[in-house]
């Protein structure tokens, strides 16, 4: 994004102060999420379930919802966890796999939620892999169509880049209800099978800290697109 401006349509050689707020805040709200995560899952990591691991709730849960076709394995990395709806596989970090945690069973079943949903078919999963490849096009290209616009000075391609970063921002508005619903099924299973009142509301934390991320992230998006639309109707009045 633009960080200067002062010729064609307001960028140029001044350092914007808008834009400087945008990126201090977008900072603040990506630590603060990821902070906060890391304190939740470092201390449910300590707290035994009912003594299974990650690996082993998450299949029960995935036959309990008729997903038994759905594979675990093994993926490297710190809470890299994550499903791929198109082999159909969970993925889990080894702590989270053959670890015994509350943490643990707790990021593994929302991952097992993820399978389910594609199973049910929740309409808002279904959306989010739709926008999948038109997302993975427009952000990799928006910001080239922006810079094109600007020094070449021409309003027409600087208001598609904003349009075609405006996929991104739509994608994360509609990743949190995806989140916070395989979340739900996650923690919902956990009581289900007979955990204690401390191992229900540990993973309910963790899963809690863990959709704050996903808040953080919209947040920044929709801050970045309020600027980039800022900034061109200044331009304009300039």
């Not at 805040?25 to 999420?33: I, K, P, T, W």
């Not at 008729?66 to 993926?75: H, K, M, P, S």
């Not at 349009?163 to 995806?178: D, I, K, R």
Request: hydrophobic content about 45%.
């Amino acid at each position: 994004m633009p960080l200067y401006y002062g010729y064609g349509y307001g960028y140029g050689m001044m350092v914007d102060p808008l834009y400087l707020m945008v990126v201090v805040v977008s900072l603040v709200l990506g630590m603060a999420a990821q902070g906060y995560i890391n304190r939740a899952y470092r201390t449910w990591s300590q707290v035994r379930s009912d003594g299974s691991t990650g690996e082993e709730v998450a299949r029960r849960m995935l036959a309990a919802n008729g997903c038994d076709n759905v594979g675990v394995r093994r993926v490297n990395g710190h809470l890299t966890d994550h499903y791929d709806p198109r082999d159909n596989n969970l993925y889990l970090s080894t702590e989270n796999m053959t670890g015994g945690s509350v943490a643990s069973i707790a990021v593994a079943c929302h991952e097992a939620g993820h399978a389910v949903q594609r199973a049910r078919g929740f309409s808002m999963f279904r959306m989010r892999q739709a926008l999948v490849p038109v997302v993975n096009f427009t952000q990799s290209i928006w910001m080239l169509v922006l810079l094109i616009g600007i020094f070449m000075n021409v309003a027409g391609l600087t208001t598609l880049a904003i349009a075609l970063f405006a996929f991104s921002v739509v994608f994360q508005l509609v990743t949190l209800p995806v989140e916070f619903d395989a979340s739900r099924r996650a923690v919902a299973y956990i009581e289900e099978s007979g955990m204690g009142a401390e191992q229900v509301e540990g993973a309910r934390k963790v899963l809690t800290a863990a959709a704050l991320t996903y808040v953080a992230a919209a947040l920044t998006s929709i801050l970045q697109l309020l600027y980039l639309l800022a900034r061109t109707q200044r331009s304009r009045e300039e």
